[in-house]
């Protein structure tokens, strides 16, 4: 029995991206507390818990309570609202979609 070597390909690309995620991309400038907040509160409903910024404030790390009591770690950077990483339980629920109500 022959193995294709796709499957294997794609094993590696998803390792490889998720080793990466939450990495500022190169074009990405410094975002300041307060837009920082402004773009979680534009995506996710809830209240920060915590902001701090991380590699001279090129990401901003918030811990984000959401409406159910969960708590999402959002990390992210300029320019506008680059969300790097969400992590947490309730991100769906707690999600803004674009255009609707908060």
Do not use: H
């Not at 009591?69 to 992590?87: A, D, M, S, Y």
Request: proline share 8%; hydrophobic share 40%; with cysteine.
């Amino acid at each position: 029995m022959r193995l294709s070597a796709l499957p294997l390909l794609c094993l590696c690309l998803s390792l490889g991206a998720t080793a990466a995620a939450g990495d500022p991309p190169r074009d990405a400038v410094p975002i300041g507390p307060a837009a920082a907040l402004d773009c979680a509160a534009a995506r996710y409903r809830g209240e920060a818990l915590r902001l701090r910024d991380d590699e001279d404030g090129l990401v901003q790390e918030l811990r984000w309570l959401t409406p159910a009591g969960n708590v999402l770690q959002i990390e992210l950077t300029g320019p506008g609202c680059r969300f790097l990483e969400v992590k947490g339980v309730g991100q769906s629920e707690a999600r803004i979609l674009p255009g609707g109500q908060r």
